[in-house]
């Protein structure tokens, strides 16, 4: 009885131990960079935030719900986001690519030699590019209101949103909390002038190559009533990935991940699934 009993607490123990989101730091590519970790699966996936997001103003509700045991859940902070400061954040050209890099070498730090990804808005603009330029290591790529060029009529709706004070307190707030409000507003004008860049210096071109090129399986999620993401962007990346499915979410805006969790989970699950 004893030993049962014993074997019940490791169990337990180990199960707990799984469950955890835990925090870490690794140095990549020159800069200290904030991930955090939970699960014990077999799968391995990384969490690429949107704009100026980090790890638990963005992913929250897959951090806590995604399968802890069948994935292994890495989600990160961009250099300049979150706890990835410092170094404070900087805009070149180049900058998803520079993302990606960083992505792709935390990852190889961690031992992990394939991995599927999750890439919501400019994460997901990171996903497409490491997808494009790393086929050997991804395995599965699920991406939500992101695009692979700018149209000039998305830079009207970026405008639209650019003083915070205008924002409501529930979708401030929580970046704020990060970053204090100097950061967060110096710092969100200057990443709407870097998609200015985008159009004035490469004709709207973010990643449209990389695009091309991505040969793993791919989900595309699209709220329709996304004001910032317009239907234009998730059928380009339809028809240019081959074999990649859409799913368009009618009544879905920009952060469907976080209003509509659980059954964002179980979609994401299923496709993630088909791969094992």
């Excluded at 870490?24 to 690429?48: C, D, F, M, Q």
């Excluded at 890099?101 to 890439?119: E, N, R, W």
């Excluded at 091309?212 to 317009?230: E, F, N, S």
Aim: glycine share 6%; proline share 5%; aromatic share 10%.
């Amino acid at each position: 009885m004893l030993s049962v009993v014993k074997s019940h607490l490791t169990a337990s123990a180990r199960l707990c131990s799984s469950s955890a989101i835990t925090s870490h730091y690794a140095e990549v590519n020159g800069v200290r960079i904030h991930y955090e970790k939970t699960g014990s699966g077999k799968h391995p996936l990384l969490l690429l935030p949107g704009a100026l997001g980090s790890t638990r103003t963005d992913f929250a509700p897959q951090l806590e719900k995604l399968s802890k045991e069948k994935y292994t859940v890495f989600a990160f902070d961009p250099r300049g986001y979150g706890r990835s400061i410092p170094p404070e954040r900087d805009w070149p050209l180049d900058y998803f690519k520079r993302d990606a890099d960083d992505a792709v070498a935390l990852m190889k730090s961690v031992q992990q030699k394939q991995f599927s990804i999750l890439g919501w808005s400019d994460g997901g603009i990171t996903g497409l590019v490491i997808a494009g330029q790393h086929p050997d290591l991804v395995k599965r790529l699920v991406v939500w209101g992101s695009n692979a060029y700018i149209l000039p009529s998305d830079m009207d709706a970026f405008q639209k949103i650019e003083d915070l004070t205008k924002w409501s307190a529930r979708m401030r707030e929580p970046f704020v909390k990060v970053y204090g409000m100097e950061y967060f507003q110096k710092h969100w004008k200057k990443w709407i002038a870097a998609y200015g860049h985008y159009v004035e210096e490469r004709k709207g071109d973010i990643c449209i190559e990389e695009t091309k090129k991505i040969r793993c399986p791919t989900l595309i999620v699209h709220g329709q009533k996304d004001a910032l993401v317009v239907q234009e962007h998730p059928d380009y990346l339809h028809a240019t990935i081959p074999g990649s499915v859409l799913v368009n979410w009618p009544e879905a805006k920009h952060n469907l991940h976080l209003r509509y969790a659980d059954e964002f989970n179980t979609l994401v699950e299923q496709f993630l699934d088909k791969g094992t």
